[in-house]
Structures are given as C-alpha cells and as structure tokens.
C-alpha cells in the first residue's frame, strides 16, 4: 500500500512533462495542433493528484489539512509535509517540471520524443 501511495506523487512530480509528451504523441497522429491539446497535460495532473487524495481517503492516510487536490502544488505541499517526506523538494520538483516544458520550445520537445 506504502508503495502505491507514493508511486502515484512520484508520477505526479512529472505529470508536467508526460503531459506534454502525450501532447506531443497525439498531435503526431491526429489532426490537431500541439498548443491546441493543452488540456491533455493539465487533466493529466488533475486527475494524478484526484486519483492520489482518494487513495489516501481508502486508506485512512488523507487528512483535510492536505487540502483541494485541484491546487496541485499547495496539495503536493501540504501532502508531503504531513506524511513525513521533504514537502519543499516535492513541490520544486512539480514546479520545475512545468517550468521546464513551459520554456521548451515545441520543435525540440517533439525532435526529442522522435515524433
């Protein structure tokens, strides 16, 4: 259960770039413009942390201090600091993360995906 519980932040972490890379995939194959698919990334993280703040609910690990998951990284925050872990490195990691693809232009990120 303990690994479960955290596999799902840790995928959270970087939900800002398989976001993008799933953006990135699906404008390759379908007939859509990659800026016009951001809302792949962000559900993406949406439903990662919905799907993580239930998993804490079923095993009685989620506490109403965590927050709105909606706010990803307060949730992120407020989530770390109360099971223990390093809340401030979770949250960098996540923040980068979007600051990352953020910056990145289009062209690279699909050259490096090889699409």
Known sequence: MNN???NII?????APILGVAIQAYVSNILPFNFSDLWIITIALNL???IY???IL???KKHSPEMGNPILIPIYIYKRTKILNNNPIIYTLIWCVAGIVV?????WSIMSILGL
């Not at 840790?10 to 970087?14: K, S």
């Not at 953020?102 to 289009?106: E, G, L, N």
């Open 4 to 6: 479960k519980r955290n």
């Open 10 to 14: 840790f995928i959270l972490l970087i």
């Open 47 to 49: 439903f990662l942390a």
């Open 52 to 54: 993580d703040s239930e």
């Open 57 to 59: 609910k079923k095993h």
């Open 102 to 106: 953020s910056v990145t232009p289009i």
